[in-house]
């Protein structure tokens, strides 16, 4: 469709180009029966050229083009109104040009948003100086934390202050959903001051996308969906999502495993290959427990989560688990995991993630 699209815009463009050619008496243009003076035929070429390179920007993604291209629609409906018995089809790809003008205007204003918010989640988590994690910093850890945080490598680098995580992922919204949603999403968490935001864009279809923020922030939870980043559907903040969005921030403590040393979270060993964590941060406390196998790679998280938001929500299992693991600069991490809700009739997986890179201590924002 982006193909088809861009090859409407640049007909479109170039058909603008017979103004200025009657205009200016190159070329008889039988088709525009009223005369066309010297300045409508420059502004019949303006038209021309600003379509067409609204055509380029489009095609190269460029975040002004919807700028670029409302510029480009009204000159030349300007021009279509006042040749309209000769001109008036020329509105069709007009409307359509508008109609992917505003859609791209509510994606640069999500981002917009989420670099914003995003660099203001970074900049609140400045370490006064890089510590390395040592063995005695881990001593007083259960035994499956010790190994694990042995195992992964963390001990002898430097304590992980925040990341960035670059994912693809397959998602399901619904338990009855078959197929599965391609999506990427970007997510920056921060480690000294608890937090992360978690940026997602979901493909739907060849026309439907929605585009999604979790956060948290100062110990509390928000969702936010879009449907083509300008309608909410999902805008939701309270309690027990700041319960949900923690214990989601517990599970993922395994991308960055220093954050086992917080002073915000206490460690309480079942038995030799599993652990529960509780944390407790500015008035939200929730819990997960971590399962590792006897190698010392953890395994599973499991914690029970209200499934939403509303005042009768009941919580059911939730479960996180490891397919495989990579090597991030130097730091063994699992790097496609699952997300499972154990309801009462079935479960419903409506995650499969999958890391393709992860960064560390870094303080920049993509833009």
Known sequence: MRIAFLIIVFIHGLLHILGFLKGVGIYEVKELSLPISKLLAILWLLASFLLLLYGITFLLSTQYAWLVGCIALVLSQILIMLFWNDAKFGTLPNVLILIVCILSYGQFHFHKMTTRESASLLNQNQPSKAKIVTPNEIEALPIPVKTWLQNSGAVGKPFITKGKVIQEAKMKMKPEQEDWMDAKAVQYSTIDTPGFIWIVDVKMNALLNFQGRDQFKNG??????????????????????DEGTMQRYLGEMVWFPSLALSEYITWEKINDTTALATMDYKGTNASGTF??????????????????????????????????????????????????????????????????????NENTVSE
């Open 291 to 360: 399962y590792f196998n006897s190698a010392g790679d953890f395994v599973k998280f499991a914690t029970f989560r209200f499934r939403d938001n509303e005042e009768n929500s009941r919580r059911f299992e939730w479960i996180l688990k490891v397919d495989r693991y990579k090597t991030f600069e130097g730091i063994k991490v699992p790097s496609s995991m699952s997300a499972t809700w154990k309801l009462e009739n079935r479960d419903w997986t409506w995650l499969r993630l999958e890391i393709k890179d992860l960064k560390y």
């Open 220 to 241: 509390k939870g928000e969702m936010l969906i879009k449907l083509n980043s300008l309608f909410n559907v999902v805008n939701e903040e309270g309690k027990k999502l």
